[in-house]
Every structure is written in structure tokens, then in C-alpha cells.
């Protein structure tokens, strides 16, 4: 039997991001299980509907399209900017949700972990994802839900993860695991 996909978005754009760090690290952890693919965000154009025909639409909405469409569940991994999301990931949700009847995130199971070096770990990015997530028919799993701040601790100069932390992101990778098998 075929290994499940999950799309792997991370919202900071930012070359040594931690979340980045993050992302790479569940994805390490969910590969027994699933395939897993990073959905690389960066080179999408600012969403305009006058955009949103054959004649005109960037070649990236297209193949980013087709990459959501492909996976079987979506993870987002996302710093957060001034109590929410960056402008590059709620853009992303945008391109993949148009036209409204060709949503490519419609029924995907997906989480959400929002990583910044603040102590209170990125709660409004992460409630304003599964507010969108919600509109846009995403199956977010509500626990255990991942505020993940003072990350620089965590990683460390060395950018290697502490035990702690990579217990914390085992369990999380592992309730994902049985969040997607169940929906």
C-alpha cells in the first residue's frame, strides 16, 4: 500500500528560519509513516482574481495548485507576524483556495505549529491559521496544539534540537500521524 503525502508549509520565507528547523524535524519524524513533501511557498505572486484565468495566471499558482491537490494532509509551520500569520502563508491559502469550487485544500486533515522566539509561542498566528483553515474545509487537529516560543533555546547555536523539545515534537508527530489516519 501506497505511503499517505503530507504537505509540509512553512510560513517564514527566511533562508536558516527556526521554523524551518522545526518543519524539517517532523518531517524526519513522520517519514516512517508518510512521504512527505516541503510545499515551497516563496516564489507565488501576490493573489489578484484579475489573475485567475488561463490567459493570464502565473505558472507558480498553477503547480502550487496541483502540489495541494497531490498531498493527502497539509502541516503548517509558522512564525508569527504582529498577532498573525505572515502575508506569504495566509497568500498561499489564498492562491490554493481559488476558484472557490476548485478548492485544493477542501476535506485535508492538517495541524498547525506556530514557532517564534517569544515566550508566548505564536498563539495569535496559530488561531488565525485555523480560523482560515476553517473556512477553508481543512480538518485541523485540535490537540495537542503546538505554541512553540523561545525556539533559540530550544535549537540551540549548534541547530541541533534539545532531547526535551524532540520529545515534545515526537508526540506531536505522532498524534498528527493518527489525526490523518483517521480522517
Not at 493570464?56 to 503548517?76: G, H, I, T, Y
Not at 509561542?121 to 488561531?127: D, L, P, Q, R, Y
Not at 512553540?148 to 498528527?176: C, D, Q, T
Request: proline share 4%.
Amino acid at each position: 500500500m501506497d505511503k499517505k503525502t503530507i504537505g509540509i508549509i512553512v510560513g517564514s520565507l527566511r533562508r536558516d528560519s527556526y521554523n524551518k528547523k522545526v518543519a524539517e524535524c517532523l518531517a524526519e519524524l513522520l517519514k516512517e509513516r508518510f512521504e512527505t513533501r516541503m510545499l515551497d511557498i516563496a516564489s507565488l505572486a501576490l493573489y489578484n482574481e484579475d489573475l485567475d484565468n488561463d490567459a493570464k495566471m502565473p505558472q507558480e499558482w498553477r503547480s502550487f495548485r496541483q502540489d495541494v491537490k497531490a498531498v493527502d494532509a497539509v502541516l503548517f509551520v509558522t512564525p508569527e507576524y504582529n498577532r498573525s500569520v505572515p502575508a506569504a502563508l495566509k497568500n498561499a491559502l489564498d492562491v490554493a483556495s481559488r476558484p472557490m469550487t476548485e478548492n485544493a485544500w477542501k476535506g485535508k486533515p492538517g495541524a498547525a505549529v506556530s514557532v517564534t522566539q517569544g515566550k508566548i509561542g505564536g498563539f495569535g498566528a496559530n488561531h488565525h491559521l485555523r480560523q482560515a483553515a476553517v473556512c477553508l474545509n481543512i480538518h485541523m487537529m485540535a490537540q495537542p496544539e503546538a505554541y512553540i516560543g523561545g525556539i533559540a533555546e530550544m535549537i540551540g547555536e549548534n541547530g541541533v534540537p534539545s532531547e526535551e523539545f524532540m520529545g515534545f515534537l515526537k508526540k506531536f508527530a505522532s498524534a498528527f500521524a493518527n489525526w490523518i489516519d483517521k480522517n
